[in-house]
C-alpha cells in the first residue's frame, strides 16, 4: 500500500509525506443516540499513536478502506494528520438502515464519541467531496466551537437542488448513484457497477421512471422511492435533509472546492454566499472540472491538507491565501488561474444579448412590432438527447454541440464574430419570451462558444419545467421564463462567436417533461408541444452574462 500510496501521492503533486510509517485501527465502534454502532478506522503516525492531538473526521457511504481509506486516511496521515474514516448508517458494517442525506444526529454524536476518545485532542476538521461534504454541513451549525475546519469539495448545504434542479428531475445523475450505491457491497463490486451503469441508457428510454429501481438495481429502493415521492424542498423527506438555514452562522472556517461542470456548483455558491452575508472569509476555489474529475480530486486532497493544517495544526506553509480562485476557460491567452477578491467579481455588470431574426443573438434591444418568432415542436416520445453538460459520471462535458444544433427540436441565436477578446465571470440567466400549444413544457438554454471552423463548444446551461402557476402568463397568453444559468468564467476569443442554443430538453440529463401535467414518476402518456420563442419588443427574450464593469457592447 506504501508504493501504491507513494505512486497517487506524487500524480496529485501532494507534498511530501511526513512518515510512511501508519497505523490503521480497524473497526472501532461508534454508539449513536438510538444504541446503533456504527464502525470507523484510524489512521495515525505510529510514534504518535498514544498522543492525544487534532482529529480529521471522514464521513463516508462508500467504505472506509481501498481508495477512500487510502486518499482520505493514509494519505494524510502520512502527512502529520490523525484521521478517522467512519462508514455511515446502514453501510459497509455500520448498523441501521441507509437514509441518504439525513447525517446530523449520526455527524454530531460521531463528534461526541471522538472528544472522549484517549487519543483525541483539542480540534476537530473534517474533509471530504460530494456526500462527504454534506455530512460536514450537517453538523457545521451545531458541532461547537473544536470543530475547527471544513474543506468541502463539490457538495452542497442542501441536495434538492441537485436533484430537481428547474423544477425537472436529475434522472441520470440520480439513476447512476443509485446503482453505484446499490452495487458497491456485492461481491466484485466494480464489476457489478460497471455493468449496470451500462444498462442505463436503454433503462432511461422506460416509462414509469418511478420503477427505475426495480430495473436497475432488481429490487425496489425505499429510499430511492420516497425521495422521488418528495419533488417539493418544502417536502417532510428534504426539510430533514436541508442544512442550508443555518450556513450563514456557521462561525468554523469552511474551504468550497467545486467545478465549472459539477452537478452541485450553483448550490455550493449559494454556500458561498451566506457564509460571505454571515460575516465570514471562506475560500473558495473553481477550476475546468467535473463532479469525479481525478484533477478535483486531487486538488481538493492539495488544497483541503493547507485547510487542514493551517486551522488544526496552525501550521500555514502549505495554505493558498487568496480567497477566490478561479481557473478561467476558453482563450489560452489570458486564461488559466486566476486570483479574484471575491465572487462574484467585484467589478462584474451585465453584457444583454437579444435574440433577434434569422437566428441572430444582438447587443441592441429589439425595436420593432410584434412579429412571429422560431418555432419547433418538442416531442417527449423523441427526446432531445443531453450532449455534454453536468452530470455526475461525465468524462467529456464540453463536446462539439453541432450534432445537437442540427436537430429541428433545437433553435440557436447566434453574435458575429467578435471583435475583441469577451470575458465573461460570474453568473448567468436567460429570459425567454414563448408562446406555446400546451401549458406543461420544459425550456433548456446553452451558452456556446463558436470557433471559426464552426465547432460550437458548450459553455454553460440550464433547464426550468414551467407549468401553470409558477410562471406568470400575460394577457395575450404569452410566458415569460426567466432562470438561471450554469455560473462561468470564460474568455470567447476575438473572432469567435457567442451562441444561444434553445429546446425543451436535454434527456436523459433531465427527465423529458411528458407534456401532460402528470407526476413525472408515473407518467407514461407522452404528448408533444409546439414552443414559439418571441423576440419583438413586446416580447423580448435576452441571455444576460457577466460582464467587466464598463465594457461597452461589441459590435
Known amino acids: ?139 457545521a451549525t451545531d458541532a461547537g466551537d473544536d470543530l475547527a475546519a471544513l474543506a468541502i469539495q463539490v457538495s452542497a448545504s442542501q441536495f434538492h437542488g441537485q ?145 487542514l493544517r493551517a486551522h488544526l495544526l496552525d501550521d500555514d506553509r502549505l495554505l493558498r491565501t487568496a480567497s477566490v480562485r478561479v481557473f478561467v476557460t476558453g482563450q489560452r491567452d489570458g486564461g488559466g488561474w486566476r486570483d479574484l477578491l471575491a465572487w462574484p467579481p467585484p467589478d462584474t455588470a451585465e453584457r444583454r444579448l437579444w435574440p433577434a431574426a434569422g437566428g441572430q443573438l444582438e447587443d441592441a434591444e429589439p425595436t420593432g412590432d410584434a412579429t412571429d418568432g422560431e418555432r419547433y415542436r418538442y416531442d417527449p416520445s423523441d427526446p432531445t438527447p443531453s450532449l455534454g453538460g453536468p452530470v455526475l459520471l461525465a468524462r467529456e462535458p464540453v463536446l462539439d454541440n453541432r450534432p445537437l444544433e442540427a436537430r429541428s427540436d433545437v433553435l440557436t441565436y447566434t453574435t458575429a464574430p467578435l471583435p475583441h477578446t469577451f470575458e465573461a465571470i460570474g453568473p448567468a440567466r436567460v429570459e425567454l419570451c414563448v408562446r406555446t400549444s400546451a401549458p406543461h413544457f420544459d425550456l433548456f438554454a446553452r451558452v ?11 459553455v454553460c446551461d440550464g433547464l426550468a419545467r414551467v407549468a401553470p402557476g409558477r410562471f406568470q402568463p400575460a394577457a395575450d397568453g404569452t410566458v415569460r421564463v426567466a432562470f438561471d444559468l450554469w455560473p462561468m468564467g470564460h474568455r470567447f476569443a476575438a473572432g469567435h462567436r457567442i451562441r444561444l442554443q434553445v429546446s425543451s430538453g436535454a434527456h436523459p440529463r433531465f427527465a423529458r417533461n411528458p407534456g401532460t401535467g402528470e407526476d413525472v414518476t408515473t407518467a407514461t402518456e407522452l404528448r408533444p408541444v409546439d414552443v414559439e420563442v418571441l423576440h419583438d419588443a413586446q416580447h423580448p427574450s435576452v441571455l444576460v452574462l457577466p460582464a467587466p464593469a464598463g465594457a461597452a457592447p461589441q459590435r
Request: aromatic share 10%; proline share 6%.
Open 448 to 458: 456556446c462558444d463558436v470557433e471559426q471552423a464552426g465547432a460550437s463548444w458548450n
Open 163 to 307: 436533484t430537481y434542479p428547474g423544477g425537472s428531475l436529475a434522472l441520470e445523475t440520480a439513476a447512476s448513484w443509485l446503482v453505484l450505491v446499490a452495487a458497491q457491497e456485492r461481491r466484485l463490486a466494480p464489476l457489478a457497477m460497471v455493468r449496470a451503469l451500462r444498462r442505463l441508457p436503454a433503462l432511461f428510454e422506460q416509462l414509469p421512471i418511478g420503477d427505475l429501481d426495480a430495473r436497475a438495481a432488481g429490487t425496489e429502493v425505499p429510499w430511492f422511492r420516497e425521495a422521488l415521492a418528495s419533488p417539493g424542498r418544502e417536502d417532510a423527506y428534504w426539510v430533514a435533509r436541508d442544512f442550508a438555514a443555518g450556513v450563514s452562522s456557521v462561525s468554523t472556517p469552511v474551504q468550497l472546492i467545486g467545478g465549472w461542470h459539477d452537478i452541485f456548483l450553483p448550490w455550493m455558491l449559494e454556500d458561498f454566499a451566506a457564509l460571505t452575508a454571515g460575516g465570514r472569509e471562506p475560500q473558495l476555489v473553481i477550476g475546468p472540472w467535473t463532479h469525479t474529475s481525478p484533477g478535483l480530486i486531487a486538488a481538493g486532497l492539495r488544497y483541503g491538507l493547507g485547510w
Open 1 to 139: 500500500m506504501t508504493l501504491l500510496g507513494s505512486a497517487i501521492a506524487r500524480r496529485m503533486r501532494l507534498p511530501r509525506a511526513a512518515t510512511h510509517d501508519i497505523v490503521c485501527e480497524r473497526d472501532l465502534r461508534a454508539t449513536m443516540d438510538d444504541g446503533a454502532v456504527l464502525l470507523a478506522d484510524r489512521y495515525v503516525a505510529r510514534t504518535a499513536r498514544d498522543e492525544r492531538q487534532p482529529t480529521v473526521l471522514v464521513r463516508s457511504p462508500y467504505g472506509r478502506r481501498q481508495v477512500f481509506g487510502l486518499i482520505f486516511g493514509r494519505l494524510l496521515a502520512e502527512r502529520g494528520l490523525q484521521v478517522v474514516v467512519q462508514s455511515v448508517r446502514g453501510t459497509f458494517g455500520s448498523q441501521g438502515d441507509f437514509s441518504p442525506f439525513d447525517e446530523r444526529a449520526d455527524g454530531l454524536a460521531t463528534l461526541d464519541w471522538i472528544r472522549r476518545q484517549p487519543w483525541h485532542g483539542e480540534r476537530i476538521g473534517m474533509i471530504g467531496p460530494s456526500y462527504l461534504g454534506l455530512v460536514q454541513w450537517a453538523v
